[in-house]
Nanobody
Framework: QVQLVESGGALVQPGGSLRLSCAVS????????MKWYRQAPGKERELVAH????????NYGDSVKGRFIISRDNARNTVALQMNSLNPEDTGVYYC???????WGKGTLVTVSS
């Protein structure tokens, strides 16, 4: 069955960096676009980043442009999110998402606080 498992969430100080990873299984990873979303407490889930099947096209939400980088390793069936210059507004649960047929991971919590 399709599985998406996020990892890497942690408590980090403002200005710090963090790298999230999503390990997938149960489908041909290289055939699907992938996305990262996040949901802050009391807010709706928002798109963070998108990556195409070969990694050649990436797109970012306005609030993370220039700070976050999405990447993928099709040989290892993983998609990553490198987050830099973190601020408290980046706090939330981060989810890995396969848009086709709408698969989601369970999320990993990122807390940015001093």
């Amino acid at each position: 069955q399709v599985q998406l498992v996020e990892s890497g969430g942690a408590l980090v100080q403002p200005g710090g960096s963090l790298r999230l990873s999503c390990a997938v299984s149960g489908f041909i990873f290289s055939s699907y676009n992938m996305k990262w979303y996040r949901q802050a407490p009391g807010k709706e889930r928002e798109l963070v980043a998108h990556i195409s099947t070969d990694g050649g096209t990436t797109n970012y939400g306005d609030s993370v442009k220039g700070r976050f980088i999405i990447s993928r390793d099709n040989a290892r069936n993983t998609v990553a999110l490198q987050m830099n210059s973190l601020n408290p507004e980046d706090t939330g649960v981060y989810y890995c998402h396969r848009p086709t047929r709408g698969y989601w991971g369970k999320g990993t919590l990122v807390t940015v606080s001093s």
